[in-house]
């Protein structure tokens, strides 16, 4: 009996310390599961600039800077061959050449806008499908924001500057009828302002916007901006643009050209994060929106963070358009580009296309910039990575959805 009562003892107490041993294991486990998790939330947290910076949105909400005198000084020539007013019979803001009488010019009744990668050139396409729809010589004829202006300064686009009257020779007048509705699909009109430090030295910000000029000369434009899903925005713009053969053979260290991978992308994300977080802090963010370092690929911004920041320029031309500027989501084109297209039309006041031959359009013409089979096969970005970046931009897209009235453009 003594026997047996010793050895109970001694099961019962083995028993208990292998207990004691699994539960310091699995308390091991679940600390580390823990610390993995505030360790991320800690990263969300510090990416969520809203969480740390009061006010953040302040300084992008009217009134906004529009001193066109520097726009006047720049072109001359605008002023000099507009005339005093349009003709009143065409749909697109025309007239007669002033030294050329029988000559018709005519400028775009309708722009659109967008970022890169949120799908304008489909979109474009599209659109001018319609047989009222003339535009020109291109898709992007970048007249405003860049041509007009010249990019010396920098040797790898050192575009020549080009006249007034040159864009609008290549909007072929020719083709114009009084029921013709010119399209001017510049998407970088959103947000390049490229350089404006060195354009515009002493000065704390960019004098006017691209909005400023557009509505100064024809305000009864009509305005169309496609956006996206911030961050599904960003991995695209990396993808395409760093692993783009024109580019990246030319650029193959500041791109990492055929180096594209979810870790890089992730790294860069980082790093630009950091960058914008400090800009912020010390500039605030309308400067910082527009700062040329946190735009321009070539340079030092490996991922373009700011493009994804949608509220930084669109309320911007809601203010100067209001009604006449319609905004578009990448995910609702894509899930019914018909219906999408049809209110683009009657927004455009165009005669209704039926909904056989936009869809037969459509099935024949495949989307334009696609993945390539080789950029798919690298997959999608990193899970943290996401995480990390839907934490940034949800500020944004929160003022987004607040300035449209609309919770769509929560992107969630």
Known sequence: MRFSLKSAIKA??????????????????????????????????????????????????????????YFWQESPDISESLP??????????????????TELLCLPRVYLGGFPKCGSADLF??????????????????????????????????????????YLHQLHPQDITKDSVLFDSSALLFWQYEFWEERYAGLEERPYSSADVIHAITPRA???VI????????????????????IGKEYPVQLGYKNLSPESFDKAVRNEISRFRDCVTRKGLRKCCFDTKH?????????TLTLGMY??????????????????????????????LKSIHEFLDLPDMTKQVLEIYIKSHKRRNERSKDNKKLGDMLG?????????????????ARVMGDERFLFE
């Open 125 to 166: 396409r599209k659109v001018s499908f319609h047989p009222h729809i003339e535009y020109g010589a291109c898709k992007e004829h970048r007249w405003w924001s860049r041509y007009r202006l010249q990019h010396d300064w920098r040797e790898h686009n050192s575009s020549v500057k080009q006249s007034f009257s040159h």
């Open 311 to 340: 509220v930084c320029s669109i309320p911007e031309w809601k203010e100067r358009f209001g009604d006449q500027m319609r905004v578009i989501r990448l995910e609702d084109y894509s899930a019914d580009p018909v219906g999408t």
């Open 222 to 224: 009509k305005i169309l």
């Open 384 to 400: 943290t990575t996401r995480q990390l970046l839907n934490s940034f931009y949800r500020p944004f897209n929160e003022e987004l």
């Open 12 to 69: 019962a107490v083995l028993l208990a310390l292998l207990i004691l041993i699994n539960i310091i294991g699995r308390l091991q486990i679940d600390s580390s599961v823990w610390n993995s998790h505030v360790q991320l939330r800690y990263h969300q947290d510090s990416a969520n600039l809203s969480s740390d910076i009061p006010g953040l949105f302040e300084d992008c909400k009217a009134p906004y800077p529009s001193n066109l005198s």
């Open 295 to 303: 735009v321009d690929r070539y340079d030092t911004a490996v991922v």
């Open 84 to 101: 005093e007013k349009y003709l009143e019979d065409y749909k697109s803001f025309c007239w007669f050449n002033k030294t050329n009488t």
């Open 227 to 246: 956006v996206r899903n911030p961050t599904e925005r960003l991995w695209s713009d990396y993808l395409f643009f760093h692993g783009h053969d024109s």
